[in-house]
């Protein structure tokens, strides 16, 4: 979908451009937004099917949920180094198979697994992935039946086996279960916004810890900023623990990391900008 030139532009509006000179007879709406909880029924609620090609917890789980109590079809895939997971949420009808929430009751903590940005990717692994979500979406819109909505799919490139796991409906779930709860999202004590942390803080310090080239191709810093980079050998090492210190990453997903790692150590004056430069 995407071409080294593209780095650092808005990917849904490269991919309604790119989707549009493959196929000009069909009607592609790009969206530059962020989806959250205001906007996520709205989005949801014009869509036959959703297809989460998301990388992160909070978004997938948001999506989810939201697809759940619209009664929509959810098709998700995710990847992580040579495997890959697909399902298919089929929430029009009365429940076959268990939600996202039977599996995960609690939506994991944001740095616990590690992102494309961080362990890396090989392009193939999403593109097969991508694919066959893809193709579980025209069997979907024209009225074919899926093993996928009652089991996870793991796709193993490496042994090339593929697994189907079933997924039973869990009585007391969360979301589908007999007595639904609403889930809470995640938040650490020891994450702060921009804005906050300096009001609290007047004298703190704000250090950005993403390597140069994601600064100088996504960019989005304040020049104010102090830069140590977090692939640096000990980069944090000389941190001065006694004055208060936001670290600031693209994501938040690496500084939830650290921080969390840190404040394990006993450093209480460090914090964590969730959701990063990108939120800003
Ligand atoms: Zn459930």
Redesign the pocket.
Known sequence: MYDHADVGEAKALLAARHLAALNPLIDIQGRECRLAADNAVELVAEHDVVLDCTDNFATRFLLHDTC?RAGKVLVQAGIYQYEGQLQVFDFRDE?AA??????W?EEPATGCVGTCTDVGVIGAVPAVLGSMQAMETIKLLTGRETPATASTVLVDLLTLEITRVARP??PD?????AAPRRPQPRHEPWEISLSEFKRRFPAGRVIDIREDWERDQVGGHDPAWEHLPLSNPHPLRDLDRRRDTLLVCQHGIRTWRVVSALRHEGADRVWSLPGGVSDL
Do not use: A, D, I
């Open positions: 759940f429940l268990g939600c996202l929430r039977c599996e009751p409906r869990r779930c969360p979301l589908c279960g």
